[in-house]
């Protein structure tokens, strides 16, 4: 059974990034964390609705054409 509050340590996993300047980011974008008493967590779930409230369609730029 995998547990639904990550430390941030392991919410960083999770997210699959690796500075810690980036969670603190998505933490003042909105990201909630948990806090009680000393502990601060984030669920996996507020993760999961984080990116998916964050998600954009990127179109790829279009190609350039010469007509030499």
Do not use: C
């Not at 909630?32 to 790829?60: E, L, W």
Request: no cysteine.
């Amino acid at each position: 059974m995998s547990k639904e509050y990550l430390t941030f340590k392991e919410a960083m996993k999770y997210l699959d990034i690796k500075s810690h300047n980036t969670l603190r980011y998505y933490i003042k974008q909105g990201l909630p964390v948990t806090i009680i008493g000393n502990s601060k967590r984030i669920s996996k779930t507020a993760i999961d609705d984080f990116m998916q409230a964050h998600t954009a369609v990127v179109h790829p730029a279009k190609a350039v054409v010469k007509n030499d």
